[in-house]
C-alpha cells in the first residue's frame, strides 16, 4: 500500500498542490462563521478520493494528515486576525466557524504553546 506513494510521486505532488489550492480557497472565498471548519471529507470528495487515502497521500509527502494541514491553516488565519483586528478571542473563534470558543482557544493553545491573548499581547 505504501508503495503506490513512492511510486507515483508526481501524480501524488499535483494532488498536494490541488489540496493546497483547495484548502486557500475555501478560507479566502467559503464564510467559516456559517459553513464552519471545513471536514476532511469535504477535501477528499473534492479531490474524488477516500478520506483515508488522502490523509495517507498527505502524510507521505508532507508528514501531516489532512486534519493537521487544516488545523495549520486555522492557526494561520488566526494569527492574521490577531494582529490585525481589535476582535475578541471569542469573536474571531465564531468568526473561524468554531461552534465553542474554547475550542479554539484550546487547539490555538496546542498548536503554538501560547493562548491566543499571550499571542496578542506579544505584538503589541
Known amino acids: 500500500y505504501n508503495r503506490q506513494f513512492i511510486t507515483r510521486k508526481t501524480a501524488n505532488s499535483d494532488l498536494l498542490l490541488k489540496f493546497e489550492k483547495l484548502l486557500q480557497n475555501y478560507f479566502e472565498e467559503k464564510n467559516l462563521s456559517t459553513n464552519g471548519i471545513p471536514s ?11 478520506a483515508n487515502y488522502l490523509s495517507d497521500m498527505l502524510r507521505s509527502l508532507t508528514g501531516q494528515s489532512t486534519q493537521q494541514h487544516i488545523q495549520d491553516k486555522l492557526i494561520e488565519k488566526a494569527k ?21 470558543p474554547q475550542s479554539f482557544s484550546k487547539l490555538f493553545k496546542n498548536k503554538t504553546n501560547i493562548t491566543p491573548l499571550e499571542f496578542r499581547q506579544s505584538f503589541n
Open 80 to 100: 492574521q486576525i490577531l494582529t490585525s483586528t481589535n476582535m475578541t478571542v471569542s469573536e474571531i473563534a465564531y468568526e473561524l466557524g468554531f461552534e465553542y
Open 40 to 50: 476532511v471529507q469535504y477535501f477528499s470528495a473534492e479531490l474524488n478520493m477516500s
